[in-house]
């Protein structure tokens, strides 16, 4: 394989790739229904078999975060901690052993690590940023309760480089260990990477060993791009998640986010399962073949959008255009919650709908909506009256709608737009 990439994955023949992943695929639903008794319960009555196209999977449900958490606090003390979507754990637990490490993320939701290498599959993302066998890597994700340290450790131990665990705060203490160390790689949030040069700057010591970094977790705006380019620093970043482990990372190709290898993605409208065209934001819906945690359309919350055509450095995957926010939109109306699903519902009933989006206005008691919708072709008679209808019947709250020409409402995947002043 070319010394330009990680494996020969990366250069596949799509049509090779789809085949592959969706034979993967149905080989880890039938496991999951085995061995996971949330995905019994929930892909109960599937036929493994039969899901062999992206149309096929697209009639599975959604698993959302919410109800993930639901399930672990239901059997939290009593059963499994994992709430049924993990098939292994340690004595005690009603899965066999295989748990090598257990996690803890805001919720709290507990995830399983398990005894694969580059468990997390991060090293393809570490390699597309230049990262090498002998490098030394300032790893300064955290190493506590949350699996980010882990996934950068063990992703750079499989490429073979050495890694200092810097872990989160401490700046003078990681200052002193890269000064000392000269590490010629960083992983960690782009915003502490630019705290450690700031500091470095101010007490006369700038940082010139380090000329890579894979960074994540938060946004990665243009202007810190450039800013650690002018420093000698060619940064990259990657979506990753503690549940998925990678998605996509960037290549040197610096346009979009290239697919992992190792999962199915799709993008669907904001509140449903319902795959959208490619270009169009919505929300990113991931399945995992780790056989461990096999999530099935696992719903990740963001916004993103396939971006047309191959990538110009060579990998045939699919690309996405990075983080564009998120998708479980809701606000708060005349005391009453509004939801992107309930939205969803409304165009589920109306085949000519093609966009739309809720708009909330008004002051503090005095709250509006409106259902402002594109529509592809010329409005029926009575149809903003009978989607007005359908809005209050979900919702259970007054609103007005405003029938629009297809293209009217920006692509960005914002299906609630609260107006209101803070």
């Given amino acids: 394989m070319a010394p330009h990439f990680h494996d020969a994955l990366e250069t596949r023949d799509p049509a090779e790739r789809e085949q592959a992943l969706l034979l993967a695929l149905a080989g880890q639903i039938a496991h999951a229904q085995a061995h996971a008794p949330a995905f019994a319960e929930a892909l109960s009555g599937v036929e493994p078999a039969r899901i062999t196209s992206r ?162 977790g938060e946004a990665f705006p243009a202007a810190l791009r450039v800013w650690l380019a002018e420093r000698g620093v060619s940064a990259y970043q990657c979506y990753a998640t503690a549940d998925l482990g990678l998605i996509a990372y960037e290549t040197a190709a610096r346009e979009g986010l290239v697919l992992d290898e190792g999962v199915l993605v799709e993008i669907v409208r904001p509140g449903t399962g319902d795959p959208v065209p490619d270009g169009e934001v919505g929300e990113v819906v991931v399945s995992t073949l780790n056989p461990d945690y096999p999530l099935i359309r696992f719903a990740t919350g963001d916004l993103s959008a396939v971006l047309p055509g191959a990538c110009p450095s060579g990998r045939t995957n699919t690309r996405i255009r990075g983080w564009l926010g998120r998708a479980d939109q809701s606000a708060k109306v005349r005391g009453m919650f509004v939801h992107a699903g309930q939205v969803a519902e409304v165009v589920r009933r109306f085949p000519e709908i093609v966009r739309v989006r809720l708009v909330v206005e008004g002051e503090l008691a005095k709250d509006r909506m409106c259902l402002r919708v594109e529509l592809a072709d010329a409005a029926p008679a009575g149809l903003a009256e009978r989607i007005a209808a359908a809005l209050r019947e979900v919702t259970k709250l007054r609103g007005e709608v405003e029938l629009l020409q297809a293209g009217s409402l920006p692509n960005d995947g914002r299906v609630i737009e609260d107006r209101r002043a803070v």
């Avoid at 499994?80 to 004595?91: E, L, R, S």
């Avoid at 000392?180 to 040069?197: C, E, H, M, N």
């Fill in 55 to 216: 149309a096929a999977l697209a009639q599975l449900p959604v698993t959302r975060k919410p109800e993930l958490l639901a399930r672990q606090q239901a059997q939290r003390g009593t059963g499994d901690p994992f709430g049924g979507h993990a098939t292994v754990g340690w004595a005690g637990l009603v899965h066999r052993r295989g748990a090598r490490k257990v996690f803890q993320s805001p919720g709290p939701i507990y995830e399983p690590e398990g005894e694969r290498a580059d468990y997390w599959r991060l090293a393809r993302a570490l390699f597309a940023a230049g990262f090498r066998a002998g490098d030394l890597a300032h790893n300064s994700f955290s190493y506590h309760l949350t699996p980010a340290g882990s996934m950068m450790e063990s992703a750079a131990a499989a490429l073979g480089c050495a890694v200092f665990p810097g872990g989160v705060g401490n700046t003078e203490l990681q200052l002193q260990a890269i000064t000392d160390l000269r590490p010629q790689a960083y992983v960690g949030t782009p915003s502490f990477l630019k705290i450690l040069l700031d500091k470095a700057e101010e007490q006369g010591r700038p940082v010139r060993s380090i000329t890579k970094a894979l960074v994540s």
